[in-house]
């Protein structure tokens, strides 16, 4: 018995699309699932690479593509040269974010949306960000190759200056308004550096993406700790973005001569900051879980070695996708800061100056990460993203989901920041599997 030529069309095109469960069924053994181009991916990595290397440097040394330099003009302009290579149409957005629409079959269904960012930190490496944007610029270029298009129309976004909070993703979905450009970066004031790559802070509204109007928004990045490379593995799904929540604490004591001030008498304010550090500590190891503090910020008055301290100021952050639990945490800590100044005889006050909320990811697109991974033969483990990302901000617009692929030692905005070449096809095939299964929803 021959297969008839339109059953051997509908399995081809299944297989494509990474929809073999159903071949064995139909009279035809299961093709393998889609994948993208693994070399070519990594060529686009490391040709990425070039804008913002230190003169005379390699790959290893990592790269200083923060957003509005010229490195950055140089990779935005490489990235738009990719697009172009697929046979799509790039454009710059008001906010000064790289977007290409890539139009679906079927009319009125709403687009998915991939992409991450191409900047950097200053003097920081060659994954983060980029892992996500080549990924999605790959996918691109492979389902040109296979001739094939989505139900969905897909729209791939390098967002712009996200190392500098978020910004073109922000000012797209509304987190960011536009008092904000008038902040200073890296010696750039922000509207001035949108101006300088293409954006127009005057029609902001113009890039703004409506609540409701995606389907989706998918986004692969490096995990940036080392949960999955401890655990053996390869692919992570991100419940969601952590909450943050920022203190500002001064501790008021007496500067006092260092030699003749008897320590009975002292009111040492870098005294009770210590204790106060060290009180974070134990507050946000009590319980069990994934909540992290820091104390990253201490400035000392008079910062005199012969001068008791008189003044201390310092910063406290605490990070969980629990918004409750971090909350909680603070609330302790601000009850331990009461008590040092009792035992220290000093001031402290303690004021929160910002809240982000959690993103948390929809659990519909976890799963279907979770599919995707399965059928590629990857294992999987949920983790939350300490960082904050651009789907942070389109969370609060469409659907999100993110992909983590693991960062060797746990490094991250750094020149020995690294995620192997298998890691970074994988989870590219991840993204495209994952994509192709909320395309046929």
């Known amino acids: 018995m021959t297969m008839s030529s339109s059953r051997r069309a509908l399995i081809r095109g299944m297989a494509a699309l990474g929809m073999t469960a ?7 053994a299961a093709a393998p699932p889609l994948k993208v181009n693994a070399e070519r991916l990594r ?17 290893a040394d990592g790269v200083s593509r923060f ?12 990235a738009m040269d990719l697009i172009r290579s697929a046979g799509d149409a790039p454009r710059i957005d008001t906010a000064g974010n790289i977007r290409v629409r890539r139009e679906g079959t079927r009319p009125g269904l709403k687009p998915i949306m991939i992409g991450s960012h191409i900047d950097s930190v200053p003097g920081g490496g060659n994954f983060d960000g980029a892992v996500g944007s080549m990924a999605a610029l790959e996918i691109l270029r492979t389902l040109a190759d296979h001739k094939l298009r989505l139900r969905h129309p897909l729209e791939v976004a390098l967002w712009s200056n996200e190392e500098g909070g978020t910004i073109g993703s922000g000012l797209a979905t509304g987190a960011v308004g536009k008092a904000d450009l008038d902040l200073t970066l890296n010696g750039v004031r922000r509207a001035d550096g949108l101006k300088k790559i293409g954006g127009d802070p005057d029609r902001l509204s113009e890039a703004r993406i409506a609540p409701g109007s995606l389907q989706a928004y998918l986004e692969l990045h490096i995990e940036q700790s080392g949960l999955l490379e401890k655990a053996g593995i390869p692919i992570g799904v991100v419940d969601g973005i952590v909450a943050i929540d920022e203190y500002e604490v001064e501790i008021t004591g007496f500067a006092n001569h260092a030699g003749t001030t008897p320590m009975p008498d002292r009111r040492n304010a870098l005294l009770a900051a210590a204790k106060l550090i060290e009180a974070v500590q134990e507050e946000v190891t009590r319980e069990p879980g994934r909540q992290v503090g820091t104390v990253g910020h201490l400035e000392v008055f008079p910062n005199a070695r012969n001068v008791v301290p008189g003044r201390v100021k310092h910063t406290i952050e605490l990070r969980d996708l629990d918004a409750a639990k971090i909350k909680a945490i603070g609330d302790r800590i601000a009850a331990r800061a009461q008590a040092i100044a009792a035992e220290t005889h000093t001031g402290i006050a303690m004021r929160q100056v910002q809240r982000d909320a959690a993103a948390i990811a929809t659990p519909r697109i976890q799963t279907q990460i979770e599919t995707a991974a399965a059928a590629l033969g990857l294992k999987t483990l949920h983790l939350p993203s300490g960082a904050g990302h651009d789907a942070a901000n389109l969370a609060a617009v469409t659907n999100m989901g993110m ?25 590219a095939d991840v993204l495209l599997q994952t994509l192709l299964r909320l395309d046929a929803e």
């Not at 060529?43 to 790959?59: T, Y």
């Not at 992909?403 to 690294?418: D, M, Q």
């Open 67 to 78: 957003a509005y330099s010229d490195a950055d003009l140089a990779g935005r302009a490489f």
């Open 403 to 427: 992909i983590f692929v693991p960062s060797l030692g746990g490094i991250s905005h750094s020149p020995r920041e690294l995620t192997r070449w298998e890691d970074c096809a994988n989870g």
């Open 22 to 28: 159903l071949a064995p069924a139909l009279g035809a």
């Open 43 to 59: 060529r686009s990595l490391e040709d990425l690479s070039v804008f913002g290397r230190p003169a005379g440097g390699s790959f």
